[in-house]
């Protein structure tokens, strides 16, 4: 830090699965909180006014009607992973009141082609490509997926915001059985005889 002495700092670690996070519990809470911590705890220490940019989740807010806001109440924990980002979260607050440029940068599902096979989007575009089968859980679960290169953009326009809380998304919702449609249609196939349904994968919250 006072090496390079930076304008900006993008925080843009952390395991990022749900799933995976009763797995590798102690890794999401030290990726998604600590780091994030030890960073803010040293800008404060030595007053930097370098911006800090935490990349957040915005499935840590209690949804009403399908829809978030910065002003939605956060929910009751339901795994490692949003609760390490609600610590994240509130530790960020904690030290912008001290002064510290520090801002929560809160995403829906950002969408990429570094995407692990196993999210729903890239195993689905891979499944339809080879005319193949696949099995997936609740397909009406609705999400609001954004383009990484968007997304990227909205994150360098925020450094020229004063810190805040941002919620950074398309805004528009998209459910399991339209990129299903999407995907197969794109190759001339009727989605409806490519798809199973395992109940394994369903998850207890989503918007």
Known sequence: ????????????AG????????ILKKETFNSNFIGAKNFVEILYKEKYKTKFLKANSGYIFKPKNGKVSINSKLI???SPYVYAQQKAYNCIKQFRRKKVNCYSLLFMQIESPLRED???????CIHAKRN???TVGNINTVRDYSWIKDI???IYFATFLKPCDLILSSGIKMS???????????????????YSINKKFFRKIFL
């Open 15 to 22: 395991q990022s699965s749900i799933p995976k996070s009763f």
């Open 118 to 124: 196993s999210f729903l989007i890239k195993k689905v």
């Open 152 to 154: 990227v953009d909205a």
């Open 176 to 194: 399991g059985k339209q990129i299903l449609k999407f995907a197969y249609g794109f190759k001339n196939l009727d989605y409806k005889k490519y």
């Open 132 to 134: 193949k089968k696949i």
């Open 76 to 78: 009751k924990h339901n």
């Open 1 to 12: 830090m006072k090496r390079v002495n930076p304008d900006n700092i993008f925080y843009l």
